[in-house]
């Protein structure tokens, strides 16, 4: 789904992941530690790019970490995936979830070799949340930490000498934090430790050779950059100021060199446009001073140490009106002061993970093809190899698994998760990204190559994603005995099943299109999908699936909606109250483009179709832990859903009916919604 922020708010959300992606890591480790790559020869050739395997998935403002293995680890950019790119193979596969979706969240590599996993931001406003996760090689799992004392989101995120990692600053959801804490891996908790004496959002973290931890610059107030900089002393706990920054920036890059100095560059200064300006901080006089500019103007770059001492800066964007994204890459030389203009990647990236290899080479993965347009996320990856000295300026080409859709939709990656799961990746001109589809196959999929199967959409509610079912209900193991194709699609955050209106203007992100069209004829061209289909959703998926079958009602020979928004026109003087941003647009002035997508008003198109429809009161009932208290989320969607079942009735169109009390609006209820209503739907399907 494209999407755009208010400018000013989402340069202040995406600047602390500069910092996460610029070295594969939150953390620059101290040059006293041993986490560098094996030396190379000196090199002063220019670096060439090449292609690589494509990610499963997009990943804007996410994180990369190089692996003691030589593997390394992507997590978030909007997605709650992880995954691992194998630098021999040129593949990636996934590698465990976190508990939500999250972007401008730290990846800091562990002295023993594991991965903190930190804060981080959900959905699309920069507020923090608490979590903390370790990724352990060993296991290849994501498991809880922490909590971190304070929700935080475009934090910096720093390894100390001792193991421990500083976390400071970013933005809990008030502004930005002074605030500091730690955290211990030997105990796998978080203590407070001394404040900043600015807060800050937007700073850069950098280790010193004595230990101690430079922040710089970030903005004090969610708008203005600072010039300002402190010094964190981890044998007091303290911060104290340093030397000021010849400019004031915020979403730049800091990067350590080979004699401890840290190079800072780029970023947005008063004006909200990128700057060229780089400067030099001395650790041992606890200055600034002005080095040589680069070529291009930069914000939400990476920037990478390579082997030979220089750095390599990739990509960003210039700011203002225009945010565009770069292709452009150039190489600072620490003993000459200068920039030189190296070989463009082979796409336009903003907010990409970058990380150095421990073969020398420059992992540069996702980041945004347009600038501020995250909806604009590339799965897409490529390759920086120092020592070549040849530049490959194909463009990028997503392989394309089977046989398109007819208009050019195609899944470009395929998962096997386990035996029944698969998770798609799906490129959509209708939604305008790539999209994720998770698959449930019949238990008989890969023994019957030629035999087709009866589909079963299952929809997420608002905020979920293509998981999020298999996550939380025994989806899995209720539709085991079954020979049901499965389909869990992703819906995007507030994508609500609709073609977007978009002003009348129309255009992405159309899930509709996406959901119906596209997916329903990749699934048939490649996943021997038939033509008996179902579809049951819950929440704003109860919504999809009753209006789904309505707008195309050949499609579906049954519908169910567990707990589902399926009186529109009553939900927009309910829990969608005053919105006006929507798929639909205001619901006054456009009162008709809401009747057109209202299940209720367009009931009599379900007519000849098996349907059901659950919901419970909001009361604490029998599936909800003790001292559960009343749910208005589902009370108010009893109202709704009465209506529909009154409009059913009086039209003379059967339906079951599960009004079963008490009961809030939550996944145990789901998951007997859908152990309920599935005789209903396999019997439609003649099964």
Known sequence: MSWRLPMRRLLVAMSVTVLVTACGSAATPSPTTSMSPPAASPSTTTPSLGATGSMTTYRVFGTATPLAGGSVLLVGGFDASAELYDPLAGTFRAAGTLPTDLSFLTATLLADGRVLVAGGAHEFWPTGVASAEVYDPATGKLSPAGPMTTPRALHTATLLADGRVLLVG????????????????????????????????????????????????????????????????????????????????????????????????????????????????????????????????????????????????????????????????EIYDPKTGTFTEASPMLAPRAGQAAALMSDGRVLLAGGSSAGFDTGAGLPSAELYDPGAGTSSLAGVAMPTVGEAADDGARIVNVTKVDARTRDLTIESPAVGRTVKVRLLVPNGFDAQPSATWPVLYLLSGASGTYVDITDATDAEAL?????????????????????????????????????????????????????????????????????????????????????????????????????????????????????????????????????????????????????????????????????????LEALGIPVTVDAYGPGTHNYPYFERDLQRSLPLLLKALGE
């Open 170 to 329: 970013g933005d809990g959801g008030s502004g930005p934090e002074a605030s500091a804490e730690l955290f211990d891996p030997r105990s796998g908790k978080f203590a407070a430790t001394g404040s900043m004496t600015t807060p800050r959002s937007g700073a850069t973290a950098s280790g010193l050779p004595d230990g101690r931890v430079l922040v710089a610059g970030g903005t004090g107030d969610g708008a203005s950059p600072l010039a300002s900089a402190e010094v964190y002393d981890p044998r007091t706990g303290t911060f104290s100021a340093t030397g000021s920054l010849t400019f004031g920036r915020f979403n730049h890059t800091a990067t350590t060199l080979p004699d401890g100095r840290i190079l800072l560059a780029g970023g947005f200064g008063a004006d909200w446009r990128a700057s060229v300006s780089a400067e030099i901080y001395d650790p041992t006089t606890g200055t600034f001073a002005a080095t040589g500019s680069m070529h291009v103007a930069r914000a939400f770059q990476s920037a990478t140490p390579l082997p030979d001492g220089r750095v390599l800066l990739a990509g960003g964007m210039d700011g203002g009106s225009s945010s565009a994204s770069a292709t452009t890459t």
């Open 479 to 647: 539709t085991a005995a079954t020979n049901l194709l499965v389909v869990m699609p992703d819906a995007g955050t507030g994508g609500y099943y609709s073609d977007w209106w978009n002003g009348g203007k129309g255009g992405p992100p159309a899930w509709e299109t996406f959901h119906l069209i596209e997916l329903r004829q990749l699934l048939e061209r490649n996943w021997h999908a038939g033509d008996k289909r179902a579809v049951a959703g819950l929440s704003m998926g109860g919504y999809g699936a009753m209006e789904y079958a309505e707008r195309q009602p050949g499609m579906f020979l049954a519908a169910a909606s567990y707990s589902g928004v399926v009186d529109l026109i009553g939900a927009s003087t309910t829990v969608l109250r005053g919105w006006s941003s929507g798929p639909w647009g205001d619901a006054v002035s456009e009162a008709d483009v809401w009747k057109a997508h209202d299940p209720t008003t367009n009931a009599a198109a379900l007519k000849g179709k098996a349907l059901y429809v659950a919901y419970g009161n909001g009361q604490p009932g029998p599936l909800d832990s003790a001292g559960t208290t009343t749910d208005y989320t589902e009370a108010g969607l009893a109202t709704l859903n009465k209506t529909f079942v009154h409009q």
